[in-house]
């Protein structure tokens, strides 16, 4: 019987110090936080006065992994356009897929920090495009680079 728990106490041990090194993670919270701001415009003319799409958003996780989480907006059309917000941590690299399904005809993204330490709260993204078929925008914090495909 204390053969049984003594190996039950090493499996469990060994289970939990295996997991992952505390080297490996990083808290991203000590990150500057960004409002990732996804716009999207609808054709207002259209005979179906209804609008469909999927946003999935993207971002780098504490163990260095790209995240991603959807969700899909539909309903009827009273504006022209309606906006979605996300806060992001400045870490690695972040975005969003825009999968238009019916109605939408144009996108705009902005991306600046929440506390507005850029000069008159600048946008370090901002790009408004037509869109016709899925498109994902990444950006690079480490390279500063955006990335569109």
């Given amino acids: 019987m204390k053969k049984n728990c003594l190996i039950i106490v090493i499996l469990i041990c060994l289970t939990l110090s295996s997991c992952y090194k505390d080297d490996d993670f990083v808290d991203i919270t000590?990150?500057?936080v960004f409002l990732l701001e996804v716009t999207l415009f609808y054709n207002t003319t259209s005979v179906n006065r209804s609008y469909d799409y999927d946003l999935v958003y993207h971002h780098t996780n504490g163990f260095n992994q790209i995240i991603s989480y959807g969700a899909g907006f539909r309903g009827?059309?009273?504006d022209n356009q309606n906006t979605r917000f996300r806060a992001?941590?400045?870490y690695k690299k972040v975005g969003v897929t825009i999968r238009p399904i019916e109605n939408?005809?144009?996108y705009k993204i902005k991306m600046k920090e929440?506390?507005?330490f850029f000069p008159d709260n600048t946008s370090i993204?901002?790009?408004e495009n037509p869109i016709t078929e899925e498109v994902t925008i990444m950006y690079n914090f480490d390279t500063d680079e955006l990335e569109i495909n």
């Fill in 76 to 78: 009827p059309v009273s």
């Fill in 88 to 90: 992001v941590h400045e």
């Fill in 114 to 116: 929440l506390g507005g």
């Fill in 125 to 127: 993204i901002n790009i």
């Fill in 30 to 32: 000590q990150y500057d």
């Fill in 104 to 106: 939408v005809v144009s």
